[in-house]
């Protein structure tokens, strides 16, 4: 049985995509995000596709939907927002397996799904993807994480988090193997590399915060800089400019081609997704996430108003 599993590429991503393989150790594994979702689907073609980590857009929900209820073996964890638009019950009529918890990792839901089937010890994987995504507050974590040594465990998930920031690390191709290694029950130290691109990355953080401070810009509660060189630094270059202006959202801008990506951090307590999803919808974007790490995609010309709305909202 032809297996493929659709995964998201940050550190939650990868350990729920490890997760899913060491349970199908044949399978294909490929990376893809909410805004690609409906095409990779499309293109999928496997007896069984495992999709972890990936939310829904409020755009492409109909379609995949569709899609869902065509193709057969799917079995989906995820923990972001339902758009308002979707019934829960209509995704876990279409599909083999639905297991989603909003305020769970998708790799802690994975490994209590298919725990019974692999080693004990891949609930290190889970734990790392569950702090990766700011998700370990759970009572499952909470319990196991008792079990091991927790400053191992975090000099793990930083090794991932940051060493996947570099160039070396940032293709697919290599966030394959560091998926592959975890499933084989290694750990991410043990990838080659990945270690001493950590700590480029912790240096180039340091020096981003210097640069920020002299560019953010600021508007009403809101801080932002646009378009600096390090790309990869998206979230702490959105949390800089709130700490460096002392407001209580940031955002890193990133104009592309044909629409601009929006990275937002808080240093209050503000539900990021629900203020993503609703400013991007005002003007004709997508957004969501996270109510602790979230973005947008939207139109180019669009971002002033896009700013106003947040502003407004927050």
């Not at 209590?112 to 790392?128: C, G, L, N, S, T």
């Not at 040594?149 to 690390?169: H, M, P, Q, W, Y």
């Amino acid at each position: 049985m032809k297996t493929t599993i659709l995964t998201h590429a940050d550190c939650d991503g990868m350990c729920a995509g490890a997760i899913a393989l060491a349970r199908f150790p044949d399978a294909n594994v490929f990376f893809t995000k909410p805004v690609s979702l409906y095409h990779d689907l499309q293109k999928t073609e496997a007896d069984r596709i495992v999709i972890t980590d990936i939310a829904l857009t409020k755009r492409d929900a109909p379609n995949i939907l569709r899609l869902f209820g065509e193709k057969k073996g799917i079995l989906y964890f995820d923990h972001h927002i339902v758009p308002k638009s979707v019934k829960k019950q209509e995704i876990g009529k279409r599909v083999k397996v639905f297991i989603h918890e909003k305020d769970t990792s998708s790799s802690e839901m994975i490994y209590k799904y298919y725990q019974k089937d692999i080693p004990r010890e891949r609930v290190w994987v889970a734990i790392y993807g569950a702090i990766g995504d700011y998700s370990d507050d759970t009572e499952f974590v909470k319990e196991r994480i008792l079990n091991w040594d927790r400053r191992a465990l975090f000099f793990e998930v930083s090794t991932i988090v940051l060493g996947i920031k570099n160039d070396e690390f940032e293709g697919y191709d290599a966030k394959r193997r560091i998926v592959s290694t975890l499933a084989k029950g290694e750990n991410p130290s043990d990838v080659p590399g990945l270690v001493k691109s950590a700590k480029e990355a912790v240096n180039r953080e340091f020096d981003l915060y210097e640069i920020i401070k002299k560019k953010a810009k600021t508007y009403g509660n809101i801080a932002y800089v646009k378009d600096l060189p390090s790309f990869g630094f998206r979230g702490p270059s959105a949390l800089f400019s709130a700490t460096t202006r002392e407001k209580p959202l940031g955002l890193y801008v990133h104009t592309r081609e044909r629409y601009i990506d929006v990275t937002m951090r808080a240093r209050a307590k503000l539900k990021l997704n629900e203020l993503a999803e609703d400013a991007a919808e005002a003007v004709k974007g997508s957004g969501g996430g996270h109510p602790e790490a979230a973005g947008a995609k939207i139109p180019i010309g669009s971002f002033n108003t896009f700013l106003k709305k947040l502003d407004k909202m927050i």
